[in-house]
């Protein structure tokens, strides 16, 4: 059973910073890309930031503000965010596409979610 866990959200105020954590645990051989989504009230989940072994990628509202790193030896994708503004306010989750057995295909897995709010 593999289970992904998220820590790091809270309340900020305008041009503050928050790093989000995101473990992997459980029944694991293999992770490929891991990414950070936010969904906000009203509207659709989208992608934040996605990193695999080689590259990593970030939605054009973020670009310059927030860091997507990951720890292989821990399992962990974290999300550095700075200069953080009212529109980054939601709920932020991790993915993964994790294979827990050489006779296993990926298979994506979700955070339970995490709430950030910019507010003054």
């Known amino acids: 059973q593999v289970q992904l866990v998220e820590s790091g959200g809270g309340l900020v105020q305008p041009g503050g910073s928050l790093r989000l954590s995101c473990a992997a645990s459980?029944?694991?051989?293999?992770?490929?890309?891991m990414s950070w989504w936010r969904e906000a009230p009203g509207k659709e989940r989208e992608l934040v930031a996605r990193?695999?072994?080689?590259?990593?990628d970030y939605a054009d509202s973020v670009k310059g503000r927030f860091t997507i790193s990951r720890d292989n030896a821990k399992n962990t994708v974290y999300l550095e965010m700075n200069s953080l503004k009212p529109e980054d306010t939601a709920v932020y989750y991790c993915?993964?596409?994790?294979?827990?057995?050489?006779?296993?295909?990926?298979?994506?897995?979700w955070g339970q979610g995490t709430q950030v709010t910019v507010s003054s």
């Open positions: 993915n993964a596409n994790i294979r827990e057995t050489p006779a296993h295909y990926y298979h994506p897995y």
């Open positions: 459980g029944s694991i051989f293999n992770i490929n890309a």
């Open positions: 990193i695999t072994r080689d590259n990593t």
